[in-house]
């Protein structure tokens, strides 16, 4: 029995210690740290979040792995090809830029983030490992969202003050920095006011409210597509969907509500009659129930999106207008980092001074074709998706990640996110890999 045993447990040790297990098994780890990672200080004044050291060591190891393996390195398709005139673009901007200490300290972040495109787009190479490592995310987000929610509910036990203090002493400067934790609480963005009630948004150990609704928002069609399409996990990914739609409407953040309805709207055509019915009838049904509830900040907030005259509102319209006037006298613009000085001289490194649209900022900083080439990957990715999906029902979730992504982008900037952007990278690497008739519907 035991030299029957020994020769098994060699093989499957083998077959683990194999590279392109080794990659895949790190990226699932990978995928459910995602939100939880933390910073380091290396030096005064210098936050390094621990992401950009393990993108870039997991992509060293496997450059030089993978020709042993006779592996395609990089996948050749027109997301990977605008992927890289985007980069190359946003390099070139520094020869506009105004301070160039800023502009290269910008530039590195998404350098040091990208390599993740190419190992999800190699490693991730069929239906299972597809379905699989969303899974991981999934159950990741759903953590983060319970979280979220948690500190939610603890203002109404412990008053908005002492939780905001807590947050703001023992939980921020761990998981985002010293120094980026104390420009958070500079210009904070935690609290609303409802009818005379001051609420402590969803935030959970995100930096604000708007890039966890980016995360949960982009990441709710892939755990309904999980729960409907896998025989096992059932009530876990039904309690993921519960807890991300809840932890997502607590960050009373309005445009990540508009991408969610633009993100259920659009996958109308790709689904059945009764599951286009089902979705509208729930929409109805939950949109009913927020507005009969008294006192609810998620309605104020929502219907508010539309008053022009609302304070918030206003300031967006201001800036981009702003952003709009500062494109036309810099059609290239004015270099990867150089927007907060382009309209605040007197600017410091942190100050959050940006357009509060994706495609302006991009625009004004890297130049209108850069602009152009970036709303091109988003074009070529919701078109892969929407392809997929005749195949493979999974892959409608895409379609609507996507849009609720590329709308959400109307009102705020990601791409500076460091959970938000890595999560966007491997949504993209998705979307260009080809369906596998590989027969796993189970993210075991």
Known sequence: MRSLLIPKLLKQLRLLLDG???????????????PFQFALNPYSGIDLAVIRILIPIMFLIWLFITPKNKLLLFKLNWITYLLGIFLILASISLFFSPNLSWSMRKLFFPLSIAPLYFLAATILNNIHKQKKAFFFLVSGATILALVGIIQFISQFIFGVDRVSLFLSTHIAPFFLGK??????FTYPSWLINSDGTTYMR??????????????????????IALWATANSHKKWLLFSIISLIIADILTFTRGGYL???AGGLIILPLVSIKTAKKILAGAVIFVCLFIIAPHNPVTSRLSSSFDVQEGSNQARLSNWQQ????????????????????IKPQATYREPIYAHNAYL????????IAAA???GILLFAFKNFWNLSKNEQFFIAGVASITIFATHSLVENPLYSLHVLPL???ILALSTLKHTHEETTNPK
């Open 20 to 34: 392109n297990n080794i990659f895949y098994y790190t990226l699932l780890v990978f995928c459910a740290f995602l």
């Open 179 to 184: 120094t980026f934790a104390t420009a958070v």
């Open 202 to 223: 969803a935030v959970a150990i995100f930096p604000d409210p708007h890039m966890l609704s980016y995360y949960l928002g982009m990441l709710i069609p892939f755990s």
């Open 259 to 261: 991408a969610l309805i």
């Open 323 to 342: 952003a709009i006037a500062l494109i036309k006298k810099h059609p290239f613009g004015v270099g990867i980092g150089g927007y907060s000085l382009a």
């Open 361 to 368: 900022d991009i625009a004004a900083e890297l130049g209108l």
């Open 373 to 375: 080439v970036f709303i």
């Open 424 to 426: 966007f990278l491997i």
